[in-house]
């Protein structure tokens, strides 16, 4: 959790890809959410963290996967609006 958010476009695939090989039946992936891909500035720096569906992602790239659940944990619950989804390989 938190690991896509500071992924840029070129080697985002490539880091999913790599959660998905070395699972061996489930995919937890918390990550901030916008629908489109939304670059939030972060310590100052530029491409350094972004907003996207990463739910959506998953589903795309690796069809293996089946959504089990999602949901979405906000700061009254001690998290940063973070929107969760778990895989499963199937």
């Known amino acids: 959790m938190g690991v896509l958010i500071h992924q840029p476009n070129a080697t985002l695939p490539l880091?999913?890809?790599e959660i998905v090989r070395c699972s061996a039946r489930w995919v937890l992936c918390g990550e901030y959410h916008s629908d489109h891909e939304?670059?939030?500035?972060?310590?100052?720096?530029?491409g350094a963290l972004f907003k996207r569906d990463y739910g959506r992602l998953y589903r795309e790239l690796f069809p293996e996967l089946t959504l089990r659940d999602s949901?979405?944990?906000g700061k009254d619950k001690g998290w940063d609006d973070v929107t969760w989804?778990?895989?499963e390989r199937t």
């Open 38 to 46: 939304v670059e939030v500035p972060y310590r100052g720096e530029t």
């Open 71 to 73: 949901g979405f944990l």
């Open 85 to 87: 989804c778990l895989f």
């Open 15 to 17: 880091v999913m890809g």
